[in-house]
């Protein structure tokens, strides 16, 4: 072959080899760990621990075993089940939004770290952006994340003898690491503010509600079940609500900070 024929092709391959476009890197767990936690944990452990309080063949012993489970463990039990219903594509496009300041502050509101106050106009706007994209729209849709509460059911069912090994009712033991159950006298909240609903008012409804809460180490309450209903759906909302808007002191025990659990009752009478 011709020396100019031989450098010819030599630049040639050199050129294609600068132009080689590197095919991205796949998600690692811990990334794809983190699309999950901030999209379904919270979500996932709400209603499971809803459906479990209506359960006689789960109960509390599974309310035990989901009510104080870290959002990112949770996050990170569900990283196959992501893996297998959402394409790599959408995995990136959920990563990327998370990236952003707007998805980064998302992130903390889901999992608590921060209270869930009203978003900004501004953050309100990138999130409806966000949410009619395909893939935003698949996220944040409420089926897709009763899907993976019936994927997470499975994981519970499977630690269910574990749990019980140390579960006493709804009373735990600091060593477990769960949800420490105190009383009311014991704990120091913001003041209760339920708001009547106008409503439920006119219409003569009242009714007493209890509401068990649980409070982070942060001292935000991120998550509420109604153990007694006032009979009135409004007013059991209302209460919710309620609770949801107090603000605690964490729980201190010999200088570490554990979550905890408490029973608030709730009455709305008329006068």
Not at 1 to 7: E, K, Q, S
Not at 51 to 74: F, L, M, P, T
Not at 89 to 100: G, H
Not at 223 to 248: F, Y
């Amino acid at each position: 072959m011709p020396l100019r024929r031989l450098i010819a092709t030599a630049l040639s391959v050199m050129v294609l080899g600068a132009c080689a476009v590197k095919p991205p890197e796949p998600l690692t767990d811990s990334q794809v760990a983190d699309v999950a936690t901030a999209f379904f944990s919270e979500q996932v452990r709400s209603l499971l621990v809803h459906r479990y309080w209506n359960s006689e063949s789960h109960g509390q012993r599974a309310i035990y075993c989901v009510s104080s489970r870290d959002a990112e463990k949770i996050g990170s039990e569900l990283v196959p089940d992501l893996r297998r219903n959402l394409t790599t594509s959408e995995l990136e496009q959920a990563r990327d939004f998370l990236a952003t300041p707007v998805g980064r502050a998302f992130m903390d509101r889901q999992v608590y770290n921060t209270p869930r106050t009203a978003l900004s106009a501004s953050e309100m706007a990138a999130m409806r952006d966000f949410s009619n994209t395909p893939v935003g729209f698949k996220l944040l849709e409420p089926a897709t994340a009763a899907r993976y509460a019936d994927a997470y059911d499975a994981k519970v069912a499977e630690r269910l003898g574990q749990c019980g090994k140390t579960y006493q009712s709804i009373d735990v033991d600091l060593a477990v690491g769960q949800a420490v159950s105190r009383a009311l006298e014991d704990i120091r909240c913001t003041r209760l503010r339920p708001l009547y609903p106008a409503e439920a008012r006119r219409k003569g409804q009242f009714g007493k509600a209890v509401v068990r809460f649980w409070v982070n180490t942060k001292g935000i309450v991120y998550l509420t079940l109604i153990t007694q209903s006032t009979g009135v759906p409004s007013l059991d909302e209302a209460a919710d609500k309620a609770i949801r808007e107090m603000h605690c002191v964490p729980y201190d025990h010999e200088g570490e900070l554990f979550t905890f659990t408490a029973s608030q009752p709730i009455s709305f009478e008329l006068h």
